[in-house]
């Protein structure tokens, strides 16, 4: 079965500290996509990133940057020199190929990041 | 923008009459979903839909039904609401278009609250 584990349900840190959002999935499937998404106060997802399983690069966009490690089932963000603006709901999800599920994603229950000025 | 409407935006209903909401949208996607979010729970797909006509179940189904007649629309109908509905509800749409950005984007949210 799919399932996607956010042990952390909220973080506070400052502003300019660095904080990593840990995700953890599981899958039976080799083939399978692995999503990050923001949700702010205003409430709208925001789509981040897509990854998928055979493609293990890290990946970082300005602040952002993404470690996925197959051999841990792990797909964290790292948020450096985080903003206020950067405080919002994030939500890791996953997607497998197989028949009935490459159209179903599977959410995290999200983790609540706060970023104090 | 994925060019996602959904309507009403907010809802308050009592216990055990019929609720129907609206997701349009103006970029004739295929694939279209139905999800519920709770405190504690993310995102949970009610149903989804692979076409007109063509829909089904995701993982919490029980107690809502979904219609498609047309590629634009997707309606979710809570034929006799619950307290336990009482929730925020996002629809999304599934952007085929190859790469990292083929990913599933999503309305704005009707909040409804069953009384």
């Known amino acids: 079965a799919q399932k996607v584990t956010q042990a952390q349900t909220e973080i506070s840190v400052v502003e300019k500290e660095d904080v990593t959002l840990d995700c953890v999935y599981e899958t039976r499937d080799t083939t399978y996509y692995l999503f990050w998404y923001k949700q702010p106060p205003s409430g709208e997802l925001v789509f981040l990133i897509r990854r998928n399983s055979f493609d293990e690069q890290n990946e970082i966009s300005g602040r952002y940057s993404w470690n996925f490690q197959k051999s841990t089932s792990s797909f964290n963000f790292t948020i450096t020199a985080s903003q206020v603006v950067d405080s919002a709901v994030y939500f890791c999800?996953?997607?497998?190929?197989?028949?009935?599920?490459?159209?179903?994603?599977?959410f995290g229950s999200g983790t609540k990041l706060n970023v104090k000025p | 923008d994925a060019g996602i409407t959904q309507s009403p935006r907010h809802k308050v209903t009592e216990t055990g009459t019929p609720v129907t909401l609206r997701c349009h949208q103006t970029?004739?996607?295929?694939?279209m979903y139905w999800y519920r979010q709770d405190p504690g729970h993310g995102l949970r797909l009610i149903h989804y839909?692979?076409?007109?006509?063509?829909?089904d179940k995701g993982e919490v189904s029980d107690g809502y039904s979904v219609s498609r007649s047309k590629t634009e629309d997707f309606l979710l109908t809570l034929e006799s609401a619950t307290s336990s509905q009482t929730s925020v509800y996002f629809c999304?749409?599934?952007?085929?278009?190859?790469?990292?950005?083929?990913?599933?984007?999503f309305g704005p949210g009707t909040r409804l609250t069953v009384l």
């Open positions: 999800a996953l997607s497998d190929s197989t028949r009935d599920n490459f159209n179903k994603f599977y």
């Open positions: 999304a749409i599934r952007k085929l278009a190859g790469g990292n950005t083929d990913t599933q984007y």
């Open positions: 839909s692979y076409g007109v006509k063509d829909t």
């Open positions: 970029e004739n996607h295929r694939y």
